[in-house]
Every structure is written in structure tokens, then in C-alpha cells.
């Protein structure tokens, strides 16, 4: 109820008695007095001025509720019927039209009298809301009061602080010198707990040397008698490896004596081998000369066939002359034949003994190696006999060493054993001395804990004095502000819902402007595409073109090497066809062949040519097929900037869901948190609310607006790749004018939700992350 009153006061301005009263003295003269045409016409004015400043007198920024929206329609209906009857009054008066104005004027005077039940209930409700002004104007006084009082109270809270702190002082004076007296008491029971400290780790570190000595002393007794032991293994180890050693060095000198013998079995075998090889080498200078014979006795024979050949007369004398040349021949290829052989025999002899002889120095090669490794392992063993021998003299030295030192140890422990009796009575006396000093101390610390637990129950005080000072100067602030806030936080909504309605006209233009963009866009497009299309044809001309010509060309190709191997025929008929047919023929065979190189000329020309054009062409295709390349690549990246900017779409439209939804509940909560507040207070704030809310849901029409118009402009880009593969792209100075119209829209969101949020700031109710 609290509500609607307040809304019918905001509603209503000051002025609403003079129109009431305006209004009632229309209706008396309606009722009592007779209406005549004339009157109406001169009281035309008056009539119909307050029932226009009734309805134009609105805030624009508030909610309407049931009962103000069916009196502005009843004052709606009777603008209307007052309009008509003003228009009906101007024109030519008739017997029925007066009946007309007589029935309209009925009318006029019901919906008069339900338009003054309307505003009779809402001057009521004005008066109930101008109580309710008056009774927290009444509150703001008492709290006004209050505050007074405890202003008061803090001054006497702050004299009160005032003289504890000067108690506090005082006890702070009187603890700090107690506090000195109790550090210099401590400064001297640390000290002597030092000396004692001291003196304890002292004995502590001899006992633990007395105790190393004794350890020392047996681990070195138990050291020599090991070496003794050991001293005696080694000289029977050194006895042994002497007689070691003079066996390898007998079987050392024989070992030498076998390699010696080897040596000079290997000289006898090398001298043997040149031998070898200088028969070889006279045996292969024979075989040379008696080839060398062979080939000349060839050369007779060929020379003597010759002859007889010429000379068949002769033959039978020198017959007898071949055959025993022959007999020779065949003696001295027997004789080849087996010096061949045994030439093969010695080879392989000398391969055997080659063979024999690496054997031999590979094994006399492993017999040095073994040789000097056994002669360094004897004089590493020599080496380590002569080692041990120097050990054996230094432990002995060492030995006696450590008798001495174990005497001498012997008489410091005693020493050692006298000086802690006496350092155990200082340490008696000590312990002594320091459990009196902790006597003296365990009396001052009694002391001072009670001192210091007055100064904590005297600081405690202190402490809630501050709390209760600062708490009411907190509330005193808080109230002042929260009455400078309430009277700022009208004209500020005010000026933001002047600014909200300034922005949506102007997202209104930037809308229209965007439409007028993609007509443009869609008519680039269409343009577009019919330019694909003509170029397609062009493309598939040149293609059909290309593929005749290069028919062409291959048939004129077989013709010519059809004319080429006729021509090759003929002329090698004529070369074959004796003198006696005559010039004529020649003649006309020379002269074709020049006519058919005159025609290959001009066909090869002609197929250059042609090669030619094709070139131009192919390149021209391919100068096509990359600008459509290019084309279908710079679509793609428009239709991935549509997507990308629908999902910017589709996440602002989220968002601003999710703060309409934020709002709602920012209501709740400060429907929730705002308990003490007056219900004309708790109303405007709601009115407030609910205008945020209207200018969110006017944004994301805009933005609904936007993505279907981004979803026209995809669905139109789809259709014109169904009818063709191959889409150009849109001018890059549309692209530019998209992005900066998106970044303005962008711009517009952004100054919505700062306003949405000065306005939840400005109600006083703190905002909830919905991302949180």
C-alpha cells in the first residue's frame, strides 16, 4: 500500500489540487447547468488543457502499476471522445448529430466520473504518502537527537581516556624502572649460568679426551702387534719370491737362447727365398725368349703360306721344309708347355714357404711379447719386494714412536685427573650461588606479573573507551551521509535515464545505418557473383578453344611425319633407278622436297603461333583462378569474422541476461538489507531497479537486432555460394566500416552496463558477480 501511494505521489505533481478542482467545476456545469454548442466551443480550451498536462506530467523513468495505468486509460478515452467531439463541433451542425453529442456527451460524463473516483483514491493515497513523509521527518529528528546524546557521551568518554592515560604513564614510569632492576638481575644470573655452562663443557671435553688417550692407546697396542705379524708374513713372502725370481731368470735365458736359433733358421729361410725367386725370374726371361722365337716362326709360316699360294709350282719342294718346321713348333710348344708348368709348381712352392715364414714370425713376434711382459712383471715384483722391505723399517720406526707416546700420555692423564676434582668443588659453589640468585628472581617475577596484569585490565578499558568512540563517530558519519545520499540519488537517476534514452537513439541510428550497410553489402554481392559467372564462361570458351587447337595441331603433326617418310621413300627409289630414265624425273624430285619444306615452315609457324596464344591464355586462366583464390580466401575470413562476432553477439547477450538477472537479485537483497528504511524510500529505489531493468532489456533488443542482421547477411553469403563454388569477397572498406560500426555498438554496451552499475551503486546495494 506504502508503495502505491508513494508511486501516485511521483506521479502526480503539486498542481494536481488546481486541475481536480478545474476538473469538478466542468462536471458540476455538465450536470446542473445546459450545455449549449457555443459554450463548448469558447470553454474548449480549458477543457482539454488539464486533462493534456495530467497525462504529459509523467516521470519517464518509472514502472507503472494497475491503478495508475487504468486512469490514464480512462483519461485516454476521454481525450479521444473530447477530440472527436471537437471535430464533429467544427463541421456543419445537423438534427442527428446533436443526437450524436447528446449520446457523446453521456459518455464524456461516465468516463469523467470514473476519471475523478481515479483521482479522488489517488489524492488519498497522496495524503497517506505525505503522512508517511511526516513521520520520518519525525525520525530523522529523534535520530538527530540521538546523536546529540551520544556526541555528548563520547566527550565524557574522551575525558575519561584522558585521565587513564595519564595513569597509565604513571605504571608505565614504575614498570620501567622495576623492569631494569629485573634485567640487571637477569644480565647476572646469565653470566653465572655461563661460567657454569663453561666449566661443565670443559670437564666434559677432557673427560672425552681422557677417554680418546685410552682408546689410542689400545688401538696403537693392537697396531703393533699386528705389524709384528705382519712384518714376520712379509720377510717369508720376500724369501719366496727371491727363488721365484731366479727360476724365471733361468728360464729367461733359455727362452733367449730358442729365440736366437729362431732368428737364424729365419735368415737361412729369407736367403733361400731370393734364391727362389732369381730362378724364377731366369726362368721367366727364358719363356720370353722362346715365345718371342715362336711368334717369329709364326710369322715365317704365314710368310711361306704367301709364297705358296703364289708359288703352287713349287710346293712339292718345300713340304718336306713345313713339316719339319712344324715338327719344330710343336717341340717348342711341348718345351713351353712344361717350363709353364713348373714355373706353377715353384710359384706355388714359394707361396707355401711365404706362408710359412709369417707363421714362423708371428709366433716369434707373440714369444717377444710374452718375453717383455714377463720381464716388467719381474720388475714390478722386484719393485714391491724393495717397498715392503722400506715398510718393514718405517712401521718399526713407528712402533717405537708409540711406546714413547703412550708414556707420555700416561702422565698428562694423571695430570688431567687432579684438575677436574678441583674444577667439580668450583662448580659446587657455583650451583650453590646461582640457586639463591633464582630465589631472588622467582620474587621480582611475582611482582611483576601483578603489575602487568593491572596495565592489561587498565588497557582493556582503555581499548572499549576507543571501540565506543569510534563506533558512535562511525554511526554519526554513517548517518549524514546516507541523508546527503538520499536527496543526490533522485537527480542522479534522473540524469542517467537521460543518458540511457540519449544512447538508445543513438543505437537506433547506428542501427538504421547498419541496415543501409548490408543493402549495400548484398547488392556488391550479386554484382559479385554475376562477374564470377561471366568470367566462368570466358574460361570454359578459352578451354574448348585451347583443346581444338591442340587437335589441330597433332593431326598437322601426323600429317607432316606422314609427308617426311613418303619423301625419305622417293628419295631412295631415285637413287637406286639407273642414269638411263632421263633428267625429268630428278628434276622433279628435287623440286618437291623444297615445296614441302616451304609448307613445314609455314605449318610450324603457324603451330608457334598458335603455342603462342595458348601461352597467353593459360596464363590469362591462370590469372583467373587466382584472383578467385584470392577471392574465395578473402570470404572465408569475412564469413570467420561473422562467426567471431555472433559469438561476441551471443556472450554480450549472456552477459547482459546475467545482469538483468544480477539485478533481480540485488533487488531481493536489498529487499532483504534494507528493513529499517521508510516504504517511500524502499519505492523509488524499486522504481530504479526496474528502470535499469527496462534499459537492459532495451539494450539486448538492440543487440537481437544486431545478430539478426549478422545472421541475414551469413544467411545471404550462403546462398550465393550455392550458386556458385567461386564467391568473391567484400570490399575491404566495408569490412573497415563493419568493424568500426561493431567497435561503436561495443562501445554503446559498454556505457549500459557502467550505467546499470552507477545505478545499482546509487541505490546502495552492492553488486553480485555472476562469473564468481
Avoid at 673427560?207 to 689400545?218: A, F, H, N, P, S
Avoid at 697396531?223 to 733361468?250: C, F, G, H, P, T
Wanted: charged share 35%.
Amino acid at each position: 500500500m506504502y508503495g502505491f501511494l508513494s508511486h501516485i505521489r511521483l506521479r502526480f505533481p503539486v498542481t494536481y489540487s488546481q486541475r481536480h478542482l478545474q476538473l469538478c467545476s466542468i462536471r458540476l456545469n455538465w450536470k446542473h447547468g445546459p450545455i449549449g454548442l457555443a459554450s463548448i466551443r469558447n470553454r474548449k480550451g480549458c477543457l482539454f488543457k488539464p486533462i493534456k498536462s495530467v497525462l504529459n506530467d509523467k516521470w519517464s523513468g518509472i514502472n507503472d502499476y494497475e491503478a495508475a495505468e487504468s486512469a490514464r486509460t480512462l483519461l485516454d478515452r476521454l481525450f479521444e471522445q473530447t477530440q472527436k467531439l471537437e471535430e464533429q463541433m467544427t463541421g456543419e451542425l445537423h438534427l442527428d448529430q446533436d443526437v450524436q453529442l447528446g449520446l457523446n456527451l453521456q459518455v464524456l460524463e461516465t468516463d469523467l466520473q470514473a476519471a475523478l473516483t481515479a483521482l479522488k483514491k489517488k489524492e488519498e493515497c497522496l495524503q497517506e504518502a505525505e503522512r508517511v513523509v511526516l513521520l520520518e521527518n519525525n525520525k530523522l529528528n529523534r535520530t538527530k537527537e540521538e546523536l546529540e546524546l551520544r556526541e555528548r557521551e563520547i566527550v565524557a568518554s574522551c575525558s575519561k581516556y584522558d585521565k587513564l592515560g595519564e595513569e597509565l604513564k604513571e605504571a608505565n614510569l614504575k614498570l620501567a624502572s622495576q623492569a631494569s632492576l629485573i634485567e640487571d638481575l637477569k644480565l647476572r644470573v646469565k653470566e653465572r649460568d655461563q661460567e657454569i655452562s663453561a666449566a661443565q663443557n670443559g670437564l666434559s671435553l677432557k673427560e672425552e679426551e681422557m677417554g680418546r688417550m685410552t682408546k689410542d692407546l689400545e688401538n696403537k697396542i693392537q697396531e703393533a702387534s699386528y705389524i709384528d705379524s705382519e712384518l714376520k708374513l712379509k720377510a717369508q713372502l720376500l724369501n719366496e719370491a727371491n727363488d721365484v725370481m731366479r727360476k724365471q731368470e733361468i728360464e729367461l735365458q733359455e727362452l733367449r737362447e730358442a729365440v736366437r736359433e729362431k732368428e737364424v733358421q729365419l735368415q737361412d729361410s729369407h736367403a733361400q727365398k731370393k734364391l727362389g725367386e732369381e730362378k724364377l725370374k731366369a726362368a721367366e726371361a727364358a719363356l720370353e725368349k722362346q715365345a718371342r722365337e715362336w711368334l717369329l716362326a709364326q710369322d715365317e709360316l704365314k710368310k711361306l703360306g704367301e709364297e705358296a699360294a703364289i708359288r703352287v709350282k713349287e710346293s712339292n719342294e718345300t713340304v718336306e721344309d713345313f713339316k719339319r718346321v712344324k715338327l719344330l713348333l710343336d717341340s717348342v710348344r711341348s718345351e713351353l708347355v712344361s717350363s709353364q708348368q713348373s714355373l706353377a709348381s715353384s710359384r706355388k712352392k714359394m707361396e707355401e714357404q711365404e706362408q710359412l715364414l709369417t707363421q714362423q714370425l708371428a709366433e716369434l713376434a707373440e714369444q717377444r711379447e710374452s718375453l717383455v711382459s714377463y720381464m716388467e712383471s719381474l720388475k714390478q715384483a722386484q719393485i714391491e719386494v724393495d717397498g715392503e722391505r722400506v715398510k718393514l723399517r718405517v712401521a718399526e720406526a713407528e712402533k717405537k714412536e708409540v711406546e714413547s707416546d703412550l708414556a707420555m700420555e700416561k702422565e698428562l692423564v694423571k695430570e688431567l685427573q687432579e684438575e677436574l676434582n678441583k674444577e667439580r668443588a668450583s662448580l659446587k659453589q657455583a650451583v650453590q650461588d646461582k640457586s639463591l640468585l633464582q630465589e631472588r628472581l622467582d620474587q621480582k617475577g611475582t611482582e611483576f606479573r601483578e603489575i602487568t596484569a593491572l596495565l592489561c585490565v587498565k588497557e582493556s578499558e582503555l581499548m572499549d573507551a576507543k571501540l565506543e568512540i569510534q563506533h558512535l563517530k562511525s554511526e554519526k558519519a554513517s548517518l549524514e551521509v546516507a541523508l546527503k545520499e538520499k536527496d543526490l540519488e533522485l537527480s542522479n537517476a534522473r540524469k542517467m535515464l537521460e543518458d540511457v534514452n540519449q544512447e538508445i537513439a543513438d543505437l537506433k541510428m547506428l542501427l538504421d545505418s547498419k541496415e543501409t550497410q548490408l543493402v549495400q553489402a548484398t547488392n556488391m554481392l550479386r554484382d559479385k557473383d554475376e562477374n564470377v559467372l561471366i568470367m566462368q564462361n570466358e574460361l570454359n570458351n578459352t578451354k574448348l578453344k585451347a583443346s581444338e587447337a591442340e587437335t589441330v595441331v597433332e593431326r598437322i603433326l601426323k600429317l607432316t611425319e606422314t609427308l617426311v617418310s613418303s619423301t625419305k621413300v622417293e628419295d631412295i627409289n631415285s637413287l637406286r633407278v639407273p642414269d638411263e630414265m632421263g633428267n625429268e624425273p630428278l628434276q622433279l624430285l628435287w623440286e618437291t622436297p623444297d615445296e614441302f619444306r616451304w609448307r613445314q615452315k609455314q605449318l610450324e609457324k603457324e603451330l608457334e603461333l598458335t603455342k603462342e596464344s595458348l601461352k597467353t591464355k593459360e596464363m590469362e586462366v591462370l590469372a583467373a583462378e587466382r584472383a578467385l583464390t584470392v577471392k574465395d580466401e578473402e570470404l572465408k575470413m569475412t564469413l570467420a569474422r561473422m562467426d567471431a562476432k555472433e559469438r561476441e553477439f551471443k556472450k554480450v547477450r549472456e552477459e547482459l541476461n546475467d545482469d538483468a538477472n544480477d539485478l533481480q537479485r540485488l533487488y531481493a537483497l536489498a529487499q532483504e538489507r534494507i528493513g529499517d528504511k521508510s516504504m517511500g524510500d524502499l519505492a523509488i529505489e524499486k522504481l530504479r531497479l526496474e528502470a535499469a531493468q527496462l534499459e537492459v532489456e532495451a539494450a539486448t533488443n538492440a543487440l537481437n537486432k544486431l545478430a539478426e542482421m549478422s545472421r541475414q547477411l551469413l544467411n545471404e553469403a550462403g546462398l550465393s555460394l550455392e550458386v556458385d563454388n567461386d564467391i568473391p569477397v567484400l570490399p575491404n572498406n566495408f569490412a573497415i566500416e563493419d568493424n568500426e560500426v561493431f567497435r561503436e555498438v561495443k562501445t554503446e554496451i559498454a556505457r549500459l552496463s557502467a550505467l546499470t552499475e552507477e545505478l545499482v551503486r546509487g541505490v546502495g546495494v552492492v553488486p553480485v558477480n555472476p562469473h564468481t
